[in-house]
């Protein structure tokens, strides 16, 4: 077979060649500039040069490459001609493959322009310029959607590679308001999928804007329709806009094939088929064979070829042929001129017999008028009737004789080539007696399908001693060719078996099958043939007259080994058409040329082979399409042309306006599979050509859907490997060498997607794609399609990639937030990089980081329903991104100043999504983080304990005693910090100031400054070390026992120092009857009171812990000794109430010795008793005044 590319590829080489010989001769060491542009027109420089020079060699180059380019487009050209001639038979006569309809519909895709208006509407509804009514809810949602996903670079770039469509922005929406809603509150009568649907009908009104939504829904409906089913002009026209064929050249092409004569389109298909075998006959003879992988398979291949020719044969003759008789089928299938590759003998061929050939004919007869009517009166009734005879007769209206008009049409049906029509015309008879009605005249006539249609005057045949001599009828017949009677005409004919006597007869070619076709003689009046022959084996072709035969004048034959038949007819018209017919017929792969045009085509009298239709030779000359038209498809390599056309088609399909990600329309598919059917394409090389291109187009950045390319693959794999579902097929060793190559272009193509999985697959979009590539890429490494690979090794693979993953994707998001910074701040602040700078840059980093991770998880995700250990492979590519910031992390953090408490925040940031996270809570990065704060954190508790130590004895030296009163109410409110702000200068501490955030903790406002301030900063710092959630449960549990034993100390200190400076204040105190307790004594006092109610709540740890009954012993002791103060406390209190009075009643005692007021003193001291020790005087001087009394 011959090799179109070969010449192609021999001249681009030396096109190369050339070109860089002139690029060498023209430069010199000079820039590129001195090279002069290519002449538009060689010829005319040198016709206007002034002298004699001889072109530089540069300017002879150029021209050189010039005409070569003009040579290879115009060989482009040709090739795209007669491509388009073999997909246009395929369209026009499809008999292998049907327009699928069960393929998934593709959507309309997002352009630039879509994509900025899209934003620009979404940025209107945030603005509220909108009439669009929504709930804070949804606005959030709307806010969140669009600056994490509208505004993402990522999606930018899947809309400019073409693989995004308005359903995939839709379907990301719906999987963000699902979880926010999810999360939502019950509402009573609302239900969370009412809420999800009107959010989803906003989302809409949102994403159309001000369109009109009336054409919206029809301008979908017909591009659903192209995209689904397209009819045959569809598809002429597409692939014409695929191989860039002009309307002009299509007309000639499909004119000059006759593309809508479905006999020559047959016809066609059986010289191809008959070419095909041919073809394999003689590679089975010369043992021309392709290179197998092994010789055995080389009589496999004869065996394919024969096996796939005898299905197009089955597919072509499963083709339904109307017909009139009982229906026929071959019950073989061959041909007889190559029964011996098909190995079918004679004996085996089925007979045609007569009534297998039986036509059925529709006629129609309308009468018009009779004209010449003299005999009757004019007022008489006429009217006539009609019949074919043997069947049924027909009778029109009745007219008067002055206007026997009728324009009345019988229809009838006959089995009859060649019927006879009878018309009469009759007159109402008046007599009496008369039992019938008189007859005028008639006429008889023998219509055949090649009779005239149109309305004729007929002679009418009268009886003897009529008036109307001259009677005439107007009537058209009209008879209908069945569809599978393909001529029919008279013709003279001789044979040795069949028509022995030169007569003339009425021969009709009837198609019994789409293999079978009977040349028959038919009688007037008779439904089956006189005589018939098949016409198979046959070859048809022009003769010149025979001097010994009388009648006819154009003469041609039907030869077949051991037979001869003789064909003669009036005009060379009818002989034309008589032996295009039979052409089509017999199959035979040689056309035949009349003598007068093989004169004209060859004057001097040479042999004449050319392969031109008569019908259309003139035109096809002159328009130069007559190569391309009688070229013989099976002496082209159609493997090379088919890989140009699924090119060509690919590229169309990915330019179009829907998102096909890589996927043919049903009407490409349907015209690729015609092709690689009708013309023996292997199905293996077409998908290693599909796998090559699909390839291509996605290292270039195009989105390609990775189910389609495991498809190619496993249908590629099981043919090369020889474990196809239809048997062992042969290989050749161009198609293994082939898809190794191939194979490994794919493994680097899956293991670079996986390694960009957050680019190639941006919010898990195409949907499900991570999943089939990571399917794919199992069975691309694959040795053998039958034996499966271990987990281990493609897992080993999988993490490769996803730590390659891990630092391109750190990569990116450092660039990120560079460039967002500096979009920020100017370039000088962002070189000065102070250590606040520098810190809040990578709590900035943290925050994109912890995104990165939390959409790693939601949308990529579904990893694990290829592979059970996805989620793990995941987690070990989050902990190698992380330990990529950590080095960003442990530089930023070594820069803060020392005893800087502003990193705590990052800790909180970083710790509350890592311990939440089952896979990283205590992983590496996790413990690292841990082990850099721990030291921060045992530092910081350090400090604040001896700074609220110092603070207690400095505050307690100076303290006033004074009650603090309503001082929240008059501060600013602020917001609450993450981390308590306390000083750091620990000598001086401030004044307290309660903020309000603090009045909901701690609402007393009774104590002293000093032991408000303990409370607050012991609450404070128990507060700040459980918002940091320490992960590490031993530590945690060692960070919350210290705090509680810490407070217990400080709360001890703070009675103990209380309960000193109650006993020298109250010494001080007056103890004459003008004694007064001081409001200070009444403060100490409520310290003692708001200490025993902070013990319950800062010095008490959760139950359940080990040492609980220890810690609760000592726990006890800090109550008992809060409980002893007060005692004292109010003991002391007591007795200095009762040392005033005792002065007092030992003055009465001198004065009031027996008189009433005496026993009130008893009463007092048993009132005193029940709180505190009375002293003995008291009892003794009790006892003396009872004695007086």
Known sequence: MLDPSSSEEESDELLDEERRDALLAAGGGSSPRSLPPPPRDPRGREGGAGRAASPSPSVLSEGREEQERLQREEREKRLRLQLYVFIARCIAHPFNAKQPTDMARRQQKLNKQQLQTLKERFQAFLNGETQIVADEAFCNAVRSYYEVFLKSDRVARMVHSGGCSANDFRDVFKKNIEKRVRSLPEIDGLSKETVLSSWLAKYDAIYRGEEDFCKQPNRMALSAVSELILSKEQLYEMFQQILGIKKLEHQLIYNACQLDNADEQAAQIRRELDGRLQLAEQMARERKFPKFITREMENMYIEELRSSVNLLMANLESLPVSKGGPEFKLQKLKRSQNSAFLDIGDENEVQLSKSDVVLSFTLEIVIMEVQGLKS???????????????????????????????????????THPRPVVKVKLFTESTGVLALEDKELGRVVLYPTSNSSKSPDLHKMIVPKNSQDSDLKIKLAVRMDKPPHMKHCGYLYALGQKVWKRWKKRYFVLVQVSQYTFAMCSYREKKSEPQELMQLEGYTVDYTAPHTGLQGGRMFFNAVKEGDTVIFASDDEQDRILWVQAMYRATGQSYKPVPASQAQKMNPKGGDVSADISPLYTDRGQKHGMEEFISANPCKFDHAFLFQLLQRQTLDHRLNDSYSCLGWFSPGQVFVLDEYCARYGVRGCHRHLCYLNELIEHSENGSVIDPTLLHYSFAFCASHVHGNRPDGIGTVSVEEKERFEEIKDRLSSLLENQISHFRYCFPFGRPEGALKATLSLLERVLMKDIATPIPAEEVKKVVRKCLEKAALINYTRLTEYAKIEATAEKDSEAMNQATPARKLEEVLHLAELCIEVLQQNEEHHSEGREAFAWWPELLAEHAEKFLSLYSVDMDSALEAQPQDSWDSFPLFQLLNNSLRNDTFLCNGKFHKHLQEIFVPMVIRYIDLMESSIAQSIHRGLEQESWQPVKSITNSLPNVALPKVPSLPLNLPQMPSFTTPTWMTSMYESTNGSATSEDLFWKLDALQMFVFDLHWPEPEFAHHLEQRLKLMATDMIEACVKRTRIAFEVKLQ???????????????????????????????????????????????????????????????????????????????KLSRYDEGTFFSSLVSFTVKAAAKYVDVPESFHHLDKVLNCRG
């Open 376 to 414: 009757v009166a004019p007022n008489r009734i006429v009217y006539c009737t009609m019949e074919v005879e043997g069947g049924e007769k027909l009778q029109t209206d009745q007219a008067e004789a002055s206007r026997p008009q009728w324009g009345t049409q019988g229809d009838f049906t006959t």
């Open 1068 to 1146: 001080k105190t007056n103890k004459s009857t003008d004694l007064r307790i001081p409001s200070s004594l009444c403060t100490m006092f409520n310290v003692l009171v708001d200490a025993k109610k902070q013990t319950a709540k800062l010095c008490i740890l959760e139950g359940g812990q080990e040492f609980a009954s220890q810690w609760q012993q000592y726990h006890s002791k800090i109550d008992d000794l809060v409980e002893e103060t007060v005692k004292e406390i109010i003991s002391l209190l007591v007795s200095k109430v009762v040392s005033v009075l005792e002065g007092v009643l030992s």
